[in-house]
Every structure is written in structure tokens, then in C-alpha cells.
């Protein structure tokens, strides 16, 4: 479990589809081997590590259904280490399981795939490259967040280009009501399951 608020920015070192090697310095301290760190929201466990460096094994599903598959080596990453109970949730409760992908727009605007767009709210929260990030405007599978230049300046964001893929992260609320509501009218289904990720 993690808060959306990045700790620092990584470099991916090298990625060959399998094995991701991320440098970095601050996500490091008192790390240890099975510890997880969601890297641009994505939760990955460290499978081995060096003085500035950390390995994941990165499984194929997650390089289909993430922005993993266009990490190139020297491209920047979000990284966030995972909660521990004394740390303050600034952010909100993100899992670092990535629902998908949105393609940037420009003026920090986003359009969702059709299969996440129930799931955004006005004014909710939503996860951007791991970036704990409330929904301003939300119109025609489009959404827009309000960032702060401080969230601008510690992220990947400000290196963002018009037609980027970025990895989004709904909020959990929603999909647990969506499965409450189909309990309670005794629709769901085991293919509605697997289709929301409860399977």
C-alpha cells in the first residue's frame, strides 16, 4: 500500500523486458531485499539491490498492461517505498496495481480508455505515474488534474509530452461499491469479476 506522494525520481538503468534496474539514492534507505517500491504506480518488489541501484523482476503482464513496455534506458521514474505504519498518508490509499493507461493531452488533461471511465469522479482521487492527484474537470473520456509546482518539480510530470502514455490508477472505493451494488441485485458474474480485477 502506498500514498501517491514520490519520493524521488529514478533513472531506469536497463530494462530487458524481464529484469528492471532502476538508479536511484532515497528509496534505498533501510530497504531490503522483498520490500516493495511502486515505480511510476506500479508496485514492484526488490529482488536484489546495489549502493545505487534496484532490481525487479517484472512479470509479463504487468509490461502489457503498463507504461513499462516503452521504458527506455535513462528515462525517469516516480518512485515511492511502501507504507509503514508511523508514515502520514498525505496522498490516499493507492495499491500500486495499474489499471491501465491514459495518453496525455497536454495542460495536465488525460483520456481514459473506456473500461476506466466509470471509475473517475469530479473532484475524486486518481493515481498518475504514482502520483496521488485529485480530478479538477471530467467531460467526453477526458479528465484534467490540478498540479502544484512543488508535485511538478519532484515528479516525472513536468517531463511530460503530448501523446505520453502514463500509467492511471483508479481509486479502490469505486470498485468495491461497483461490486456491492451487483452483489445486492444478484448480477454478478465470475467474467464481471474477472473483468474488474476481483479474480
Known amino acids: 500500500m502506498f500514498t501517491g506522494i514520490v519520493e524521488e525520481t529514478g533513472i531506469v538503468k536497463s530494462f530487458d523486458g524481464k529484469k528492471l534496474v532502476i538508479e536511484c539514492s532515497k528509496v534505498l534507505e533501510n530497504t531490503q531485499i522483498g520490500d516493495s517500491i ?3 504506480g506500479c ?3 526488490v529482488v536484489s539491490m546495489t549502493s545505487n541501484t534496484f532490481t525487479a523482476d517484472v512479470s509479463s503482464e504487468t509490461v502489457s498492461i503498463t507504461t513499462f513496455k516503452t521504458f527506455k534506458t535513462g528515462k525517469s521514474v516516480n518512485l515511492e517505498r511502501a507504507l509503514t505504519p508511523s508514515t502520514r498518508i498525505g496522498g490516499h490509499f493507492v495499491q500500486g496495481h ?3 493507461t491514459a495518453k496525455y493531452l497536454g495542460n495536465m488533461t488525460f483520456e481514459l480508455p473506456d473500461k476506466l471511465e466509470k471509475y473517475v469522479v469530479y473532484k475524486g482521487s486518481i493515481t498518475v505515474n504514482g502520483v496521488s492527484l485529485t480530478v479538477s474537470k471530467l467531460e467526453n473520456m477526458k479528465f484534467s488534474v490540478a498540479v ?3 508535485t511538478l ?3 516525472n510530470l513536468k517531463e511530460l509530452k503530448t501523446g505520453d502514455l502514463v ?3 483508479t481509486d479502490i472505493l469505486g470498485r468495491y461499491v461497483e461490486k456491492f451494488l451487483y452483489s445486492q441485485n ?4 465470475e467474467e464481471f469479476l474477472k473483468e474488474n480485477g476481483f479474480m
Open 38 to 40: 511502486a515505480i511510476d
Open 43 to 45: 508496485c514492484q518488489t
Open 98 to 100: 495499474v489499471d491501465g
Open 148 to 150: 502544484i509546482p512543488h
Open 153 to 155: 518539480q519532484n515528479t
Open 167 to 169: 500509467n492511471i490508477e
Open 186 to 189: 444478484n448480477n454478478i458474474t
